[in-house]
């Protein structure tokens, strides 16, 4: 048995319990990841979360399938409630979530309350999990009413994404320093905070939820609405703001690429 049947066996054992009624997995589904490089995670969707005594009945049913189960590593929030195995050297990750509370959060999400990413989790980021997830089971169609939810990009959202995110590209205070002081240790702190409302931004402009900054060449590539030579001139201004001496030519690159964004955000 492979490592994909493994995984296969053991979610059709978690898919009988009671509550779960719709089990996904994001990522490629067709190859599984080299033990320590990646890992997969699978959403678990119910009316409820089974408790802890109901998923560990069902896991110790299929011990055969795993080397390792450590359950309740997250309990709530972001990840849900998070069991993870080891399963032929490769961490995979259970989360269970339930459904009325995943419906009310994209909801939330769709209509801009939740802008700003935390602690490094991107809400919009969900949105693109859940609209590209592979369904395994969809007993109440639930995925597939949050995939058509998530087909189109709302104006709302795009409209208040840009406008907060925008915003935040340009601190000037901030920036000022670390140009003024040639603190190129700061002005990369600055400088990264910056990119990624940039990106958040763009993203948004493009309609496409922000996942996070992974296979960020392939997106931009993609997009329409995008300064020209976009990825290789942020790839600049990070080259540039490494070097005390070229600092202030960074951010004065740094400077264009906003406006131009700015520009053609407007003009859309």
């Known amino acids: 048995m492979d490592t994909r049947d493994r ?8 898919s009988s319990l009671k509550e779960v009624r719709a089990i996904g997995q994001t990522g490629a ?6 033990a320590g490089e990646s890992d997969i995670d699978i959403f678990v969707l119910g009316d409820k979360i089974p408790d802890y005594e109901e998923r560990k009945a069902i896991y110790d049913k299929s011990a055969a399938l795993f ?9 709530g929030g ?20 339930r459904i009325d509370e ?15 990413s935390i602690k490094g989790f991107y809400p919009v980021g969900r949105c693109a999990t859940l609209k590209n997830i592979n369904v395994i089971y969809d007993e109440s169609g639930v995925f597939a009413a949050l995939k058509e939810k998530l087909a189109i990009y709302p104006d709302q959202l795009k409209e208040k994404m840009i406008d907060f995110h925008m915003e935040r590209t340009l601190d000037e205070e901030d920036f000022g320093r670390a140009v003024s002081r040639k603190d190129v240790l700061f002005y990369h702190q600055v400088l990264e905070v910056a990119i990624d409302h940039y ?11 922000f996942p996070s900054r992974k296979r960020t060449k392939k997106y931009l590539d993609s997009f329409s609405l995008k300064p020209a030579n976009c990825y290789e001139r ?20 740094w ?3 906003v406006d131009d964004l700015q520009s053609l955000i407007k003009e859309a």
């Open 234 to 253: 942020l790839l600049d201004v990070i080259r540039l703001g490494s070097n005390p001496e070229e600092i202030e030519r960074s951010y004065h690159e």
């Open 255 to 257: 400077c264009k690429l």
């Open 102 to 116: 995943t419906l009310k959060y994209v909801d939330e999400i769709l209509a801009g309350n939740h802008l700003d």
């Open 67 to 75: 080397q390792e189960c450590d359950m309740n590593v997250c309990e």
């Open 199 to 209: 990106l958040q931004a763009l993203y948004a402009a493009n309609g496409t939820f």
């Open 78 to 97: 972001d990840w849900g409630t998070g069991d993870v195995f080891i399963i032929d050297g490769v961490e995979t990750m259970l989360m269970y979530f």
């Open 7 to 14: 995984i296969k066996e053991l979610l059709d054992q978690v």
């Open 29 to 34: 589904m067709n190859s599984v990841p080299k």
